[in-house]
Nanobody, 126 residues
């Protein structure tokens, strides 16, 4: 079992920045990929960014490339999502997730992830 706890969400003006954190506990060594997903009102959950825990390789959704950065601190068992140049369309509940599978594309979709945090709300005002 892997337990994930997100923090760092909040209200920010357009153009501002936030850093989300995801603290992992439990059998963290089983996670092969860590991902950040988001779900806006009336929308499906979508992948934002992910990182392979072994190589630290990253993948980003086109909508956040150049603005968001995912990183990991293995000593702290924590994954971060630095979000810059935020836009109102970034408003959503953000979820951290862990996968124990061998994924060729770690943004393949929520069904490929086994463990989820409770989410943290990000609201960007115009």
């Amino acid at each position: 079992q892997v337990r994930l706890v997100e923090s760092g969400g909040g209200l920010v003006q357009a153009g501002g920045s936030l850093r989300l954190s995801c603290a992992a506990s439990g059998y963290t060594g089983s996670a092969t990929c860590m991902g950040w997903f988001r779900q806006g009102p009336g929308k499906e959950r979508e992948g934002v960014a992910c990182i392979y825990t072994g190589s630290s390789s990253t993948i980003y959704a086109d909508s956040v490339k150049g603005r968001f950065t995912i990183s990991q601190d293995n000593a702290k068992n924590t994954v971060y999502l630095q979000m810059n140049s935020l836009k109102p369309e970034d408003t959503a509940m953000y979820y951290c997730a862990a996968s124990t599978r061998r994924l060729n594309w770690c943004l393949a979709g929520p069904a490929n992830y086994d463990y989820w945090g409770q989410g943290t709300q990000v609201t960007v005002s115009a």
